[in-house]
């Protein structure tokens, strides 16, 4: 008897505004543990305006993703947007700097962790023990990934509780013992701490606090009501996000001042001593006694630890997914999204891309790895923008179920307000970034020329085009839902061509990466022959229905040639099922004239029936078109 | 097509670096009338003023 099993439910719709909030929350939220001091090395006291301006842009780009993503819930992000407003070679270009803002996430993200993590072992928080430390991490989680991993939504809800929890307790605290309004207003020397050069920097590089706004949009295809919750999710990150990044650097500077050293620069603790660790040097600058402010130290150090070990997963589990998201496109070459025969995942991507993390961090400058990421997401960001206007302009009639505010019309069309002003912050942000650090612009424009070369050479190289969306096709299940089973037989005889349907039927049925596929592909010997005879051209037929079946299945899809009498093949079918203990059998149906023909072998099969039988008819096979499709399964 | 795409491409950068040449000008207190925004514009009008004609003549 067959064995039923619960399908997997990863990709149903499931996730509220609930789970949105918190996923969004948890990637956001983490930023703020490195984000905090790069930005104050730059803005100095400024760094609390810095965040609010940067965190304006933020919510234009979190309103404009919120109505593309219901627009398009698709994961992809600014690349999917890209991919609709424009053309394939834009999409390319998003994703391609999405690609960079995952990999500078692994390796910032990595290389704070130490830092946290010195609470308990101080020779972490130094070079060449935070280095040393962070490319370790990486190595490990990416052999984790590449061993394939789930993200935990329960652990994501939990965490993010615990962080919003922690920086509210945090801030309380510090408004309570430490908040100063003319401390905040001391620390500020207009035009020489911070410079205005240096205060744009800060503007931009105070933008790597806010990403991950990409994880909503990722999650769309799991969205439940996307067109309800994914603007409350986005609307709440928005707000909570948004409150307490004002808050913080606030209550920071306030425990950590700008003063004047002898040769006469401006600088906080928050921008130098602590400039790897900013939110334990809140905890240390909070005027607490020893004994409060050491448990403070270790909750926040573990917390920490932990929520940017997260980080790093998420950001191989952002590589892992755009790698299979961009080879669907056909935009990356199949070398560099090859699949682990066993796991299942791209797994020499997962290796280059943690690879070059690890070489991004090797110097330990996390200036350098700041403005890495402002580039990547500034561009991300800027064409998602200039997409959703795009959208507005070219699909000016569709009726969507969420806008984003604040429209004009002009041109024909309701121009989105946000989508403009986000779209010259983070463009102008991009500009400061590149034009105020030689070495980001050379590594960026490097990453970015590199990647459309590459794009380019592949493309021509296939034979595609360059701007049209080519897709990889993979054929639909007919049908199949909500049981899977053990091991399947795939049934073909001689006489009648190979179908796809046939395959990806049994792939559905045998979804989880354990169950085997094996194609019982059989060879009618006539009687007037020995069984033995020497038949290459009909050999050769039955084993290329094998290797088909293979290349849309890979590695676990097994399959024999098995000669059978005339009338025998039903028989062959059962016996081999038996065998092999499939749990089910997939046949095609014939049809003849148009009409379905029940011949001998599906009546065999059907009367032996060893197990379930799944029977696909597939209009391909047919001369005459067959107006539905559908499956017919038999209890065995 | 791809001679147009060429001059798109090309605008394009020029407008990049005409806003690069004239970010870095002012960051290091270039006035109005220095070298750095007079060819700052100069990259910027060129770029700007070449898609505006690929566009006219698509139109």
Same mark, same amino acid.
């Given at each position: 008897?067959?064995?039923?099993? !619960?399908?997997? +439910?990863?990709?149903?719709?499931?996730?509220?505004?609930?789970?949105?909030?918190?996923?969004?929350?948890?990637?956001?939220?983490?930023?703020?543990?490195?984000?905090?001091?790069?930005?104050?090395?730059?803005?100095?006291?400024?760094?609390?305006?810095?965040?609010?301006?940067?965190?304006?842009?933020?919510?234009?780009?979190?309103?404009?993703?919120?109505?593309?993503?219901?627009?398009?819930?698709?994961?992809?992000?600014?690349?999917?947007?890209?991919?609709?407003?424009?053309?394939?070679?834009?999409?390319?270009?998003?994703?391609?700097?999405?690609?960079?803002?995952?990999?500078?996430?692994?390796?910032?993200?990595?290389?704070?962790?130490?830092?946290?993590?010195?609470?308990?072992?101080?020779?972490?928080?130094?070079?060449?023990?935070?280095?040393?430390?962070?490319?370790?991490?990486?190595?490990?989680?990416?052999?984790?990934?590449?061993? &394939?991993?789930?993200?935990?939504?329960?652990?994501?809800?939990?965490?993010?509780?615990?962080?919003?929890?922690?920086?509210?307790?945090?801030?309380?605290?510090?408004?309570?013992?430490?908040?100063?309004?003319?401390?905040?207003?001391?620390?500020?020397?207009?035009?020489?701490? !911070?410079?205005?050069?240096? #205060?744009?920097?800060?503007? *931009?590089?105070?933008?790597?606090?806010?990403?991950?706004?990409?994880?909503?949009?990722?999650?769309?295809?799991?969205?439940?009501?996307?067109?309800?919750?994914?603007?409350?999710?986005?609307?709440?990150?928005?707000?909570?996000?948004?409150?307490?990044?004002?808050?913080?650097?606030?209550?920071?500077?306030?425990?950590?001042?700008?003063?004047?050293?002898?040769?006469?620069?401006?600088?906080?603790?928050?921008?130098?001593?602590?400039?790897?660790?900013?939110?334990?040097?809140?905890? +240390?600058?909070?005027?607490?006694?020893?004994?409060?402010? +050491?448990?403070?130290?270790?909750?926040?150090?573990?917390?920490?630890?932990?929520?940017?070990?997260?980080?790093?997963?998420? &950001?191989?589990?952002?590589?892992?997914?755009?790698?299979?998201?961009?080879?669907?496109?056909?935009?990356?070459?199949?070398?560099?999204?090859?699949?682990?025969?066993?796991?299942?995942?791209?797994?020499?991507?997962?290796?280059?891309?943690?690879?070059?993390?690890?070489?991004?961090?090797?110097?330990?400058?996390?200036?350098?790895?700041?403005?890495?990421?402002?580039?990547? *997401?500034?561009?991300? #960001?800027?064409?998602?923008?200039?997409?959703?206007?795009?959208?507005?302009?070219?699909?000016?009639?569709?009726?969507?179920?969420?806008?984003?505010?604040?429209?004009?019309? *002009?041109?024909?069309?309701?121009?989105?307000?946000?989508?403009?002003?986000?779209?010259?912050?983070? #463009?102008?942000?991009?500009?400061?970034?590149?034009?105020?650090?030689?070495?980001?612009?050379?590594?960026?424009?490097?990453?970015?020329?590199?990647?459309?070369?590459?794009?380019?050479?592949?493309?021509?190289?296939?034979?595609?085009?360059?701007?049209?969306?080519?897709?990889?096709?993979?054929?639909?299940?007919? &049908?199949?839902?909500?049981?899977?089973?053990?091991?399947?037989?795939?049934?073909?005889?001689?006489?009648?061509?190979?179908?796809?349907?046939?395959?990806?039927?049994?792939?559905?049925?045998?979804?989880?990466?354990?169950?085997?596929?094996?194609?019982?592909?059989?060879?009618?010997?006539?009687?007037?022959?020995?069984?033995?005879?020497?038949?290459?051209?009909?050999?050769?037929?039955?084993?290329?229905?094998?290797?088909?079946?293979?290349?849309? &299945?890979?590695?676990?899809?097994?399959?024999?040639?098995?000669?059978?009498?005339?009338?025998?093949?039903?028989?062959?079918?059962?016996?081999?099922?038996?065998?092999?203990?499939?749990?089910?059998?997939?046949?095609?149906?014939?049809?003849?004239?148009?009409?379905?023909?029940?011949?001998?072998?599906?009546?065999?099969?059907?009367?032996?029936?060893?197990?379930?039988?799944?029977?696909?008819?597939? !209009?391909?096979?047919?001369?005459?078109?067959?107006?539905?499709?559908?499956?017919? +399964?038999?209890?065995? | 097509?791809?001679?147009?795409?060429?001059?798109?491409?090309?605008?394009?950068? #020029?407008?990049?670096?005409?806003?690069?040449?004239?970010?870095?000008?002012?960051?290091?207190?270039?006035?109005?009338?220095?070298?750095?925004?007079?060819?700052?514009?100069?990259?910027?009008?060129?770029?700007?003023?070449?898609?505006?004609?690929?566009?006219?003549?698509?139109?």
């Amino acid at each position: 008897m067959a064995q039923r099993i !619960p399908r997997d +439910e990863s990709l149903s719709r499931v996730h509220g505004v609930g789970a949105l909030f918190s996923a969004a929350y948890g990637n956001v939220g983490s930023s703020i543990y490195y984000a905090l001091g790069v930005t104050a090395a730059f803005a100095l006291g400024l760094t609390p305006v810095a965040f609010v301006i940067s965190g304006l842009i933020f919510a234009a780009t979190a309103a404009t993703y919120a109505e593309a993503t219901v627009m398009y819930p698709e994961a992809g992000g600014s690349s999917s947007f890209a991919r609709h407003a424009f053309n394939e070679m834009v999409s390319f270009i998003a994703a391609w700097g999405q690609m960079l803002n995952y990999t500078i996430t692994v390796a910032i993200s990595a290389f704070f962790v130490p830092h946290y993590l010195a609470v308990f072992w101080p020779w972490l928080g130094s070079s060449p023990g935070d280095v040393v430390g962070g490319a370790v991490l990486i190595v490990g989680l990416a052999l984790i990934n590449i061993r &394939g991993t789930e993200e935990s939504a329960k652990l994501n809800l939990i965490l993010a509780v615990a962080d919003l929890a922690t920086q509210v307790v945090l801030v309380g605290i510090g408004l309570a013992l430490v908040f100063s309004p003319q401390v905040l207003v001391d620390n500020i020397h207009l035009g020489v701490a !911070p410079t205005w050069s240096d #205060f744009a920097l800060g503007i *931009a590089v105070g933008m790597i606090a806010y990403t991950g706004i990409e994880t909503i949009s990722n999650m769309a295809e799991e969205a439940k009501d996307a067109a309800r919750t994914i603007p409350r999710s986005v609307g709440l990150t928005v707000v909570a996000v948004l409150g307490l990044y004002l808050l913080i650097p606030i209550v920071a500077l306030s425990a950590m001042p700008v003063t004047e050293n002898a040769a006469g620069h401006f600088t906080t603790a928050l921008g130098s001593t602590f400039a790897d660790d900013p939110i334990l040097g809140i905890v +240390e600058n909070l005027g607490l006694s020893s004994v409060p402010t +050491e448990i403070l130290r270790y909750y926040v150090g573990v917390l920490a630890a932990v929520i940017l070990l997260i980080a790093t997963n998420a &950001g191989l589990i952002g590589v892992s997914r755009l790698t299979y998201s961009m080879g669907q496109h056909r935009q990356l070459p199949e070398a560099l999204r090859q699949v682990h025969p066993k796991y299942r995942t791209p797994y020499i991507a997962i290796l280059i891309f943690a690879a070059i993390a690890i070489v991004t961090l090797l110097p330990g400058k996390t200036d350098f790895l700041a403005t890495m990421y402002s580039f990547g *997401a500034m561009l991300s #960001f800027t064409i998602a923008h200039v997409a959703l206007i795009q959208l507005r302009r070219k699909q000016r009639d569709v009726e969507r179920t969420w806008k984003a505010p604040l429209n004009i019309r *002009a041109f024909g069309f309701d121009v989105p307000l946000v989508a403009v002003f986000g779209g010259l912050g983070t #463009f102008g942000a991009w500009i400061v970034v590149m034009a105020l650090n030689p070495r980001t612009l050379i590594v960026g424009t490097g990453w970015m020329v590199l990647g459309v070369v590459v794009y380019v050479l592949y493309r021509r190289n296939q034979k595609l085009p360059l701007t049209e969306t080519v897709k990889v096709v993979t054929p639909e299940p007919l &049908g199949v839902e909500e049981v899977e089973y053990r091991s399947v037989l795939v049934g073909f005889e001689d006489d009648e061509s190979f179908s796809p349907e046939m395959v990806a039927t049994a792939i559905k049925l045998a979804s989880k990466r354990r169950r085997g596929i094996h194609v019982h592909s059989m060879l009618t010997v006539p009687t007037n022959l020995p069984l033995d005879a020497e038949m290459p051209e009909q050999e050769e037929a039955a084993q290329r229905m094998i290797e088909e079946a293979r290349l849309i &299945g890979g590695q676990r899809v097994t399959g024999h040639v098995a000669r059978v009498r005339p009338g025998q093949a039903g028989y062959s079918i059962s016996e081999e099922a038996e065998l092999i203990k499939a749990a089910a059998i997939v046949i095609g149906l014939r049809y003849r004239a148009g009409v379905p023909l029940y011949d001998k072998t599906l009546q065999t099969v059907l009367g032996e029936r060893p197990c379930r039988v799944i029977v696909v008819s597939d !209009p391909t096979s047919s001369p005459v078109a067959v107006p539905t499709e559908a499956v017919v +399964e038999v209890t065995g | 097509m791809i001679y147009k795409q060429a001059v798109r491409v090309f605008s394009a950068v #020029f407008v990049l670096i005409g806003l690069l040449v004239l970010v870095v000008t002012l960051a290091n207190g270039g006035g109005p009338a220095s070298v750095g925004v007079l060819m700052g514009v100069a990259f910027l009008a060129v770029g700007v003023g070449r898609l505006w004609v690929g566009a006219r003549m698509e139109r």
